[in-house]
């Protein structure tokens, strides 16, 4: 395994001793990355800043602890807690050449704020002020780190030693700079300091293991009750009356034990992958891919990385294993496209869900795109347009405020509003309706114009000012509407550059063209492009784009990634 630095200003390789190290060195606390170079982790960016990815680590499958930090590792890495300065920092993750399933044992360091970790083949060690990575090379897998009280760590009580390695049945001490050493008998109990494992935690407070959901969770009458369960765990080395936890499905948690008190400290997104986006005013919301079999809803990550919330499904309306498909916000209402329907989510302290399916009204399950109004919503399915109303609460009606069907048997990939029209992205090309209505629909017309390129299958549609955004599976039309449906071509751009167009943006100063194999970024200042090539700059297909003044999200099976914007709108 090729493990990298994440900033890096000189980058040092040293072979010695099977030790193979990595050093970086940063300048005024910032680093320098490889520049163009995109393979390097950061993918051509120069600064861990510019890109940072966020996965999921719901699941925290291990834990440990220094005297400053709090490691724990999920489905997408290791995550890392300042607990000193209550924050959270860029994780470890597919970036840096390392996933969850690598991980075979965690330990945090009791001397220096470090992390030791087991791969098959070797022990890393990682210290997150300098951001170091330094991989020693061992025969076998490792499956237990424990540290060497020395002379010094004798006399004044703590651990000062090298780390001691069991792999394969076999012992090797390891230095603090890599070098590894291997040990001709097995090292004496009492010489050793270990790491206290979850059932060292059962054994020293028993209730952890006898009333776990009620020192981890809240029940709410409309969720499912679910039992936490917690399967990782490790102590403060310094503090007796604190205590990490790591759960299936439900994050981290801080607890003290003497006072039966727990805090979550979720981070990341709840499930893997990414299908669908929606800004919020100071964050965005990510739905899944429906990949988990254990958790389903909706995330919310922080524009700063450090605040997040999980929302699942309800009992009536169930998210786990459903593929998001669209996604929307207005008001204090967040309405989201699924393959298994419409679903209304309150974003107050209720977090009440409503669904929406075929039994309802909708032309079909599969609902591919929304555009919301202050009434209601127009979803687009993949057999055709409906209008559903806001106010459709009651089940007394059948269709619960579902208005008349449009465009039937047509799959409609895209809704976008300008004032007062709807332009619909349909399989047959772009149609419009004038100043629609929720309750009688509207009438469906095309744009006029003989361009061959508006009655092709419109994947994704985007509005900014006068310009509104078209694209097919070859290009990508900018168009200017002007008064009612009637559309001027002004230019095509060609978007072979990612593969299959999913989705499009623009604000006042960028265009965005995302797709199966990257994104291509254009100035509307100077037309000057740029492209984010998978896997190279992006560790996957993009599936969603969210944009606001200072960053650029994009949802992938991977997870989300957020890109920091120049002041002219472009990327570092």
């Known amino acids: 395994m090729t493990v990298r630095p994440r900033r890096i200003a000189a980058l040092v390789a040293t072979l010695s001793v099977g030790v193979l190290t990595w050093t970086s060195c940063a300048t005024n606390g910032i680093g320098r990355g490889t520049g163009s170079d995109s393979s390097g982790p950061l993918g051509g960016f120069g600064r861990r800043d510019e890109r940072q990815r966020v996965g999921s680590f719901s699941n925290v499958q291990a834990v440990a602890v220094s005297r400053r930090y709090v490691f724990a590792a999920g489905s997408s890495g290791i995550a890392i807690y300042d607990r000193v300065m209550d924050r959270w920092l860029p994780p470890l993750t597919r970036d840096d050449g390392l996933s969850d399933q690598q991980i075979t044992v965690l330990a945090g360091d009791p001397v220096e704020d470090a992390l030791w970790l087991g791969v098959p083949g070797g022990?890393?060690?990682?210290?997150?002020?300098?951001?170091?990575?330094?991989r020693t090379i061992v025969t076998g897998v490792p499956d237990l780190i424990a540290f060497d009280r020395g002379a010094t760590g004798a006399a004044t009580g703590g651990a000062t030693g090298d780390a001691i390695v069991r792999a394969g049945g076999e012992w090797t001490r390891i230095s603090r700079v890599g070098i590894a050493t291997p040990m001709a008998r097995p090292p004496v109990a009492s010489t050793l300091n270990l790491p206290r494992t979850l059932n060292d935690l059962y054994t020293q407070f028993p209730t952890l293991r006898t009333q776990p959901s009620l020192l981890l969770r809240t029940q709410q009458s409309d969720r499912p009750l679910r039992t936490a369960q917690i399967i990782s765990g490790?102590?403060?080395?310094?503090?007796?009356?604190?205590?990490?936890?790591?759960?299936?499905?439900?994050?981290?948690?801080?607890?003290?034990?003497?006072?039966?008190?727990?805090?979550?400290?979720?981070?990341?997104?709840?499930?893997?992958?990414?299908?669908?986006?929606?800004?919020?005013?100071?964050?965005?919301?990510?739905?899944?891919?429906?990949?988990?079999?254990?958790?389903?809803?909706?995330?919310?990550?922080g524009s700063d990385l450090q605040r997040f919330r999980w929302i699942d499904g309800t009992i009536s309306v169930p998210l786990v294993g459903v593929r998001a498909r669209a996604l929307v916000t207005r008001a204090s209402r967040l309405w989201l496209g699924t393959d298994r329907g419409l679903v209304r989510v309150r974003l107050d302290g209720t977090q009440a869900m409503q669904a929406w399916g075929v039994l309802d009204g909708l032309p079909d399950e599969r609902v591919l795109s929304v555009a919301t109004r202050d009434d209601g919503v127009w979803a687009g399915t993949a057999r055709g347009l409906v209008y559903v109303s806001d106010s459709g609460d009651s089940r007394a009606v059948r269709t619960r405020g579902v208005g008349g069907r449009l465009l039937d048997n047509m799959p409609v990939h895209a809704l976008q509003f300008t004032g007062d029209t709807l332009w619909i992205g349909t399989e047959a090309g772009l149609m419009a309706i004038a100043t629609p209505n929720g309750s009688v629909g509207g009438v469906v017309s095309r744009p006029v114009g003989s361009d061959p390129a508006l009655r092709r299958a419109v994947r994704a549609l985007a509005w900014s000012d006068t310009v509104l955004l078209a694209a097919t599976d070859d290009a990508v039309l900018r168009l200017a509407p002007r008064g009612g449906v009637e559309p001027v071509r002004v230019d095509l751009l060609d978007v072979r550059q990612v593969g299959r167009v999913t989705k499009v943006a623009i604000d006042d100063r960028t265009m965005w063209v995302a797709g199966t194999d990257g994104v291509v970024i254009v100035s509307r200042r100077d037309g000057a492009t740029r492209v984010l090539r998978v896997p190279g700059d992006l560790p996957g297909p993009v599936l969603d784009i969210a944009v606001n003044r200072d960053y650029l999200w994009l949802g992938t099976p991977q997870g989300l990634i957020r890109l920091r914007r120049r002041g002219d709108g472009g990327l570092p």
């Open 234 to 301: 490790a102590a403060s080395p310094e503090r007796v009356s604190e205590v990490w936890l790591g759960t299936a499905g439900d994050g981290l948690f801080r607890l003290d034990p003497a006072f039966m008190q727990s805090t979550p400290l979720p981070y990341g997104l709840m499930e893997p992958g990414v299908g669908a986006l929606a800004l919020a005013v100071d964050g965005v919301w990510a739905a899944g891919l429906g990949q988990s079999f254990d958790r389903g809803g909706l995330s919310f990550v």
């Open 123 to 134: 022990v890393i060690m990682y210290r997150p002020l300098t951001e170091q990575l330094q």
